[in-house]
């Protein structure tokens, strides 16, 4: 068996009959959390207001189920398909033993997604355009259930990355508001690259603030990877979404 061509993937879809892959991330696990409640001891925030989601995306199933073993109910992915047949797997093979995970749509997602997320997702936290926001609203009426909406703002000058403007972020608002189907959770933001963090959450929880001036509901922050959840912590962040911290690297052209 060559072992170097496995992606991750592939490797922790093997069997694991000592355990070793579900006692490394119960480990790693550990030392989140614990990062997690020291961060909001020291600024004096209640650890339950910050929620952890694990970013599993290429990773297998097997994985989500050991964190839900251990407690992590909210799994973050990037890419419809690869979501939805880990969560048929696991609903399948294991059937209403996973039904309390919450899956969390944190990725770029295109309107011809959306019916499918509809049926398994709890949230969307890419929610960036219009257009998203009436198919959503429609595949939700259509499912006849609500979708959680996070309305992601882009916090770097650059058009090409996600993330609405942060002058267009009411305007988004007020249709999810005006959209049956839709829940708006709040704002949801991704650090630019080699900028400091906290100065983009800086910004972020201030477009938050504004946000809740209209809507006083929505107030949650999902901000924080592996990298930067510490700084996301100080500047207000409900919804932390943490991938390499918990699982380990990713090949950078899967990520
Ligand atoms: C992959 C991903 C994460 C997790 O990133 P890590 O750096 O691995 O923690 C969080 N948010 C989004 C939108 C992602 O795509």
Not at 121 to 147: I, P
Not at 169 to 184: C, R, S, Y
């Amino acid at each position: 068996m060559s072992v170097v061509s496995e992606t991750p993937a592939q490797a922790a879809d093997r069997p694991d009959p000592t355990g070793v892959r579900a006692a490394q991330l119960v480990e790693r696990l550990g030392e989140v959390r614990r990062r997690i409640a020291q961060a909001c001891v020291r600024t004096g925030r209640d650890s339950d207001e910050v929620s952890l989601i694990a970013v599993t995306k290429t990773f297998p199933a097997e994985d989500v189920r050991t964190l839900a073993g251990a407690g992590v109910l909210d799994v973050g992915e990037n890419k419809d398909q690869e979501a939805r047949s880990k969560r048929d797997r696991l609903t399948t093979e294991f059937p209403g033993q996973y039904s309390s995970v919450r899956w969390h749509h944190v990725g770029v997602l295109q309107r011809n997604k959306c019916r499918s997320v509809m049926t398994y997702a709890a949230a969307v936290h890419s929610v960036d355009r219009l257009s998203l926001v009436r198919t959503l609203g429609a595949e939700a009426d259509r499912a006849e259930r609500t979708m959680e909406v996070f309305l992601q703002v882009s916090l770097d000058a650059d058009p090409g990355r996600a993330g609405a403007p942060a002058e267009q972020v009411a305007e988004l608002a007020d249709e999810v508001a005006a959209t049956t189907g839709l829940t708006l959770a709040g704002v949801m933001a991704v650090a630019p690259r080699n900028a400091d963090p906290g100065q983009a959450f800086a910004r972020l929880a201030d477009v938050s603030g504004r946000l809740r001036a209209d809507h006083p509901a929505a107030v949650g922050m999902s901000a924080g990877m592996s990298a930067d959840f510490v700084e996301a912590i100080e500047h207000g962040a409900t919804h932390l979404r943490i991938g390499t911290a918990l699982l380990g690297g990713r090949p950078p052209t899967l990520g």
